[in-house]
């Protein structure tokens, strides 16, 4: 079935610019201007005023010739998960039935002809199931699919068959591998899922992956159990991990049932470019574009459903102008509407999640230690502790005739070294740490005395920074500060490494500070509503 014309409110620009955002998601958060504009469809010099203003807004950066989507443009899906509420009530439910049953568990919801991953715990295994949250897959081929199409009307019955007709091969779901056309009785499965309450994928997905979905009552989520032919077959997924997930989705059920009222946060609101004038932004920017996105954050926990005035409001734009960027996002299908409330679907997640649900704490940090190393002119890195030691896990060098050279996974003992003091000094057993720690001199200026080194661990916490100056290697100065997750807690250390006899700390300390702050702001909106991996 052809698509409906767009409604004479719609914003254009907001529609392009939207384009350019799912584009650059399906292509994995990088393209060229050159392939946007070939793969838009759209003018050169559009696409280019589209990636100025997403640029401007912090959605996306410059990298050389490209455009590259950043962790900031996942708060629009954060806003539509925060409304919706079950990643933040289920999300237990679903990480301790992965631990029960050593499985990949996921909660899905439909989004048209498909079915789109809101939550997802994982095991890390060689062979491991990497959809993430945000990514779509045909319906036909999973074991979530024929239980969200058991209320099919005849008209989504009919765009189904229109897209199977027109993507036989799923190239139009970049999740999934293209596979050949084939009959996939889904008629009967959506039949059989009807009739039993539950489905099962016997490697529809993709060969060697086994499924299993229960429907969560009261939503329209749905939570499955993934796991690998060499583990289970048929007869043992529905005998073993059936009734376990049944169990759980009852619990959540009684979690729903349970649970109170969202408490109201304060909404992403205005982006701040809204406070700047068009001169200072530049001719360039797409100030409808801005506009009709910052609508989609006005949304979240206890905001599930808006009036346009409460739309208008938490934005602060004109009503007017929201109303018609809700128009716009609606026909687009970002926005559902009954009885004049609004509300946020899963379709949101659409525009850059499932490039940027999957990013490692590393590759967030690259960009930023890069920028770092580029204005002090010294190697600029990012660490974890492991153990005793502090490992490398992010890196950005200078191309200074003497410079420091460490490669990605080095590890140092975390005692002499300026990021595995900062480490350290929040380790929670740091006391006991002390007590049984072998402090080896590396360099006559290693600090090995235990109670000068638990002193420079307390000036840590005090100064929030540490110095370490030829004590891992002579001629090596480092200075470090500490990386927080959303809850506060320091995850990494990011240092900046010189010469000893060059550079001062005082004039390089605040430009460690503001690259940390920009890794934590992009960890905090990355890390919203999922775990991410150090590297």
């Known amino acids: ?94 990480h301790a039935l992965a631990d029960d049953l050593d499985e990949s568990v996921s909660l899905a919801v439909p989004d048209g002809d498909g079915v789109r991953f809101i939550q997802h715990a994982t095991r890390r295994r060689a062979l491991s199931v990497t959809f993430g949250v945000g990514d779509l897959l045909p319906a036909e081929r999973t074991a979530i699919g ?74 329209h989520a749905i939570a499955s159990v993934v796991s690998h032919t060499s583990r289970h077959s048929e007869d043992s997924a529905r005998e073993t991990l059936l009734p376990r997930l049944r169990a759980a989705v009852a619990g959540m059920a009684d979690d729903l049932r349970g649970a109170g009222p969202a408490a109201e946060s304060a909404p992403v609101g205005l982006a701040a470019w809204t406070s700047v004038s068009k001169h200072e932004l530049g001719r360039d920017f797409i100030e409808s574009l801005a506009r009709g996105l910052t609508v989609l954050t006005a949304f979240g926990e206890g905001r599930a459903e808006l009036p346009l005035n409460a739309v208008a409001s938490a934005t602060g ?19 559902e509407s ?29 960009p930023h230690l890069t920028a770092l190393s580029g204005r002090v002119r010294d190697s600029a890195s990012l660490a974890i502790l492991v153990g005793d030691d502090v490992q490398y896990t992010a890196r950005a060098a200078t191309s200074r005739i003497m410079n420091v ?59 929030d920074h540490a110095v370490v100056d030829e004590e891992l290697e002579l001629g090596l100065r480092s200075i470090a500060v500490p990386v927080r997750d959303r809850e506060g807690t320091v995850v990494a250390a990011v240092n900046v490494a010189m010469h000893s006899g060059r550079g001062q700390v005082g004039a390089v300390l605040p430009e460690l500070r503001s690259a940390a702050a920009e890794i934590e702001a992009d960890l905090h909106v990355a890390g919203r509503f999922g775990s991410v991996a150090p590297g």
């Open 338 to 366: 009954s009885e004049r409330l609004y509300r946020p679907t899963a379709r949101v997640l659409a525009l850059g999640f499932p490039a940027l649900s999957r990013a490692t704490l590393a590759q967030i940090a690259h």
């Open 146 to 219: 024929p239980l969200t199409a058991v209320d099919w009307t005849a008209g989504d019955w009919e765009r189904w068959r229109a897209r199977r007709a027109a993507d036989p091969r799923d190239e139009g779901f970049p999740a999934v591998s293209a596979r050949e056309p084939s009959d996939l009785d889904f008629e009967r499965r959506v039949d059989l899922a009807r009739a039993n309450g539950w489905s099962l994928d016997d490697q529809l997905v993709e060969p060697g992956l086994i499924a299993v979905a229960v429907p969560i009552p009261s939503t």
């Open 317 to 335: 734009l004109a009503r007017a102008t929201a109303r018609r960027a809700l128009i716009t996002l609606e026909h687009l299908g970002y926005i």
């Open 405 to 463: 050279e460490i490669t990605i996974g080095t590890r140092f003992p975390a005692y002499a070294t300026a990021m595995g003091r900062v480490l350290l000094a929040h380790r929670a057993d740091r006391a006991e740490w002390l007590d049984r720690a072998e402090l080896r001199p590396l360099t006559p200026h290693t600090l090995t005395d235990r109670a000068r080194l638990a002193e420079a661990l307390d000036r840590v916490l005090v100064e």
């Open 1 to 94: 079935m052809p698509d409906p014309p767009a409604p004479p409110e719609a914003v254009a620009p907001l529609v392009r610019g939207i384009e350019v955002l799912r584009t650059l998601t399906d292509a994995g958060g990088t393209l060229s201007p050159g392939d946007l504009q070939r793969a838009t469809g759209l003018a050169r010099s559009t696409v280019d005023r589209v990636v100025a203003t997403l640029s401007a807004m912090g959605y996306l950066r410059l990298d050389r010739r490209d455009a590259v989507l950043t962790p900031r443009v996942m708060e629009l899906g954060n806003a539509y998960l925060a409304a919706i509420g079950l990643p933040r009530l289920l999300g237990p439910r679903v």
